[in-house]
Antibody, heavy 117, light 110 residues
Framework: EVQLVQSGAEVKKPGESLKISCRGS????????IGWVRQMPGKGLEWMGI????????RYSPSFQGQVTISVDKSINTAFLQWSSLKASDTAIYYC??????????WGTGTTVTVSS | QSVLTQPPSASGTPGQRVTISCSGG????????VNWYQQLPGTAPKLLIY???QRPSGVPDRFSGSKSGTSASLAISGLRAEDEADYYC???????????FGGGTKLTVL
């Protein structure tokens, strides 16, 4: 079964750094696009950015450019989303999803990130 | 403010037919395919409809989609209690060079 397995919930303080992960299983994690989507508490889905696993070509939503870094390690079938300095407003659930043929067809279970002093 | 516009809520009684609209522009719905996602409470979104009106394997044919110009619609017939969820439309936006979502519609089954 094709799955995206995300890392567990995180509780951080403002100013701390964080890197969360999304591991593909059940299929070859290559030559595909993996995107990241934010869902703030009680709110809708927001596109953050996407990375092509073949050559690490990365594109960011203008709203998130410079705020986060998306990367991949193909050797371990894993994509990453990281922050260098978290803010309270980064509190949200973060989903990774595979973009295949113009649609997000496989979603991770989500990683809850809580940023609080 | 989402690029694609959806009504914040919709409702219906069991057995009824409900439609949810999604309005965009020429750079997104007008020139690209539309997808719909269902998010049940406390779970990750799930692909429900792709390429305007195609259903992934396992999605009941009670769910259907359509597109006309710069708008799209999701229809649910034979409404069931388990359809109570948030529904999101999504399309690629050529100006932003990325996908855009609607704000989501919360469907309540009365």
């Amino acid at each position: 079964e094709v799955q995206l397995v995300q890392s567990g919930a995180e509780v951080k303080k403002p100013g701390e750094s964080l890197k969360i992960s999304c591991r593909g299983s059940g299929y070859r994690f290559t030559n595909q696009w993996i995107g990241w989507v934010r869902q703030m508490p009680g709110k809708g889905l927001e596109w953050m950015g996407i990375i092509y696993l073949g050559d690490s070509d990365t594109r960011y939503s203008p709203s998130f450019q410079g705020q986060v870094t998306i990367s991949v390690d193909k050797s371990i079938n894993t994509a990453f989303l990281q922050w260098s300095s978290l803010k309270a407003s980064d509190t949200a659930i973060y989903y990774c999803a595979r973009r295949e043929a113009g649609r997000l067809d496989v979603w991770g279970t989500g990683t809850t990130v809580t940023v609080s002093s | 403010q989402s690029v694609l516009t959806q009504p914040p809520s919709a409702s219906g009684t069991p057995g009824q037919r409900v439609t949810i609209s999604c309005s965009g522009g020429g750079s997104n719905i007008g020139s690209n395919t539309v997808n719909w996602y269902q998010q049940l409470p406390g779970t990750a979104p799930k692909l429900l409809i792709y390429s305007h009106n195609q259903r992934p394997s396992g999605v009941p044919d009670r769910f259907s989609g359509s597109k006309s110009g710069t708008s799209a619609s999701l229809a649910i017939s034979g409404l069931r209690a388990e359809d109570e969820a948030d529904y999101y439309c999504e399309a690629w936006d050529d100006s932003l060079n990325g996908p855009v979502f609607g704000g989501g519609t919360k469907l309540t089954v009365l």
